[in-house]
């Protein structure tokens, strides 16, 4: 056939004809959603938006040919991420869509699942990470592997202080302290003299060495938390998180620019989209990157590169769930190339009924899991399969 001068060779579509002759391709043979209810040791645990006596969520197991199983988690929480039932009904819309897949082709499946529900991204973020899981422990490598290696095994830790009074607060610190964490992030209400007595409480109690970093919620105005931080800021600060309503990126930025200290997007930082614009326009100087917030392994990976190019910190917080969601997170926040501050991955450690072998702390530390996949495995019996 003649081709017209100047135009192009046409491409061939990409197409997947299976294995080549002398390789097996192992597909997903089957899913299993299991429910994961979790108590909290302090059943009135508070931050700003809630109290959280109990942690709802679902773990997602995935079954290839070979027998071998990958795991995820999705996040069910309904003033954080999602309700419970929302969850379970994007799982089971989804899930089904895996049997016959490749899990090798990660990318590919997750583009379908896009496509096929909008939104959702705490059940599309327990199928990533089952796929990813998967593919790990089939290759017989650990998670970070798969994601460009390990640039450290030791993953310093921060534990949050929920709301309550400032002399509770300030008991509570210095257990923490004691057990050897270095950072504690305080959750702050909103009323100004309240919080800077919870503030002043606690650096009293644990003394100059351990790093404080606040956490509003989104309670105050963007001129309301630069009021209450100069009152703040001689208790020696690290960070405030979020201080601001997620949608007032404006305020964000005004808060930025205006406080000495850094100012981190977690709410804001709900999308990769608006993470471009967060690092665009320089409206924080960290983001909070969570698995189950951002839909998946492969979308914090994306958010990372691109608060690399735009001069941010990155930051992996706290997504309440079993040891098994904190490994998955250690995976990736070990691939990171700069974690100026702390990580929340040890908030496993005060829930009540891991149904996962243990993600350990010791002395404030979490030392990356060994072996294959994601380092932590459900045990066996330890959830039920939901009806």
Not at 265 to 294: F, H, P, Q, Y
């Amino acid at each position: 056939m003649r081709r017209e001068r100047g135009r192009p060779e046409p491409r061939a579509a990409f197409r997947d004809d299976g294995p080549r002759q002398g390789t097996r391709m192992s597909t997903i043979k089957s899913f299993e959603l299991k429910r994961c209810v979790q108590r909290q040791q302090d059943p009135g645990w508070t931050f700003a938006r809630a109290t959280v006596p109990e942690l709802p969520g679902w773990i997602l197991v995935l079954t290839d040919q070979d027998g071998q199983v990958g795991h995820g988690y999705a996040h069910a929480i309904a003033a954080i991420t999602t309700h419970g039932e929302g969850a379970e009904a994007g799982l089971r819309f989804l899930a089904p869509r895996l049997v016959g897949r490749d899990p090798t082709s990660i990318a590919a499946v997750m583009d379908d699942l896009d496509l096929a529900l909008a939104a959702s991204p705490s059940p599309k973020a327990a199928i990533d990470m089952a796929l990813h899981d998967l593919l790990a422990r089939r290759l017989g490598v650990p998670l970070h592997a798969l994601l460009g290696g390990a640039r450290r095994a030791v993953l310093p830790q921060a534990r949050i202080l929920s709301i309550k009074s400032p002399a509770d607060m300030a008991e509570r610190a210095r257990g923490l302290v004691a057990q050897g964490y270095r950072t504690l992030k305080l959750k702050l209400a909103g009323d100004a003299e309240t919080d800077v007595a919870r503030v002043r409480a606690v650096r009293e109690a644990i003394g100059p060495a351990p790093n404080i970093t606040l956490d509003p919620n989104q309670t105050y105005s963007a001129k309301g938390i630069i009021a209450a931080f100069r009152s703040m800021e001689r208790h020696d600060i690290a960070l405030i998180e979020q201080p601001v309503a997620a949608a007032d990126l404006a305020g964000l930025k005004l808060v930025t620019d205006t406080l000495p200290v850094p100012v981190e997007a977690d709410e804001s930082a709900d999308s990769l989209a608006v993470i471009w614009r967060i690092a665009g326009d320089r409206m924080a100087d960290c983001v909070n990157l969570k698995i189950t917030k951002l839909g998946g392994i492969r979308n914090v990976l994306a958010a990372m590169r691109i608060c690399e190019a735009g001069g941010l910190a990155c930051r992996f917080g706290a997504a309440f769930g079993p040891s098994l969601l904190q490994a998955m997170g250690a995976q990736v926040a070990a691939c990171a190339r700069d974690l100026p501050f702390a990580s929340e991955l040890s908030e496993h450690t005060h829930l009540l009924d891991d149904p996962c072998t243990p993600l350990p702390v010791e002395g404030g530390d979490i030392v990356l899991p060994s072996g294959p996949g994601c380092g932590v495995s459900l045990r066996d019996g330890a959830t039920e399969e939901a009806a």
